[in-house]
């Protein structure tokens, strides 16, 4: 189970972290993944992150603005957002599986189990 939170309100320009705890199998099991969802807009990959941190990808409208890390003693991965923009208002979904490679981690389907998400909204 999978279990999002921090999200929130921020005017644009600003900063936020939302973070997702996993319970259940250990989540060094699993890659992480946060993806997110518009309004009127289908899902799409925001970040990831390997089972033990070492690699990590990005959606290119996210690079170098937002940081995935994770913590396995404490089964929870973040997502750190700077610069926000509005067009990064979405629900944020993470997400656990196990994609067999760095160039699957954008894959939804390769994702077993999701958390309910949380709204991330920035103001302009």
């Known amino acids: 189970q999978l279990q999002a939170s921090g999200g929130g309100l921020v005017q644009a320009g600003g900063s936020l972290s939302v973070s997702c705890e996993a319970s259940g199998r250990a989540s060094s099991l699993y890659v992480m993944g946060w993806f997110r969802q518009a309004p009127g807009k289908e899902r799409e990959f925001v970040a990831a992150?390997?089972?033990?941190?070492?690699?990590?990808s990005y959606a290119d409208s996210v690079k170098g603005r937002f940081t995935i890390s994770r913590d396995n003693a404490k089964s929870t991965v973040y997502l750190q957002m700077n610069s926000l923009k509005p067009e990064d208002t979405a629900v944020y979904y993470c997400?656990?599986?196990?994609?067999?490679?760095?160039?699957?981690?954008?894959?939804?389907?390769?994702?077993?189990?999701w958390g309910q998400g949380t709204q991330v909204t920035v103001s302009s």
């Open positions: 992150i390997s089972r033990y941190g070492g690699t990590t």
């Open positions: 997400a656990a599986g196990n994609p067999s490679a760095p160039y699957y981690y954008m894959a939804q389907g390769r994702y077993d189990y």
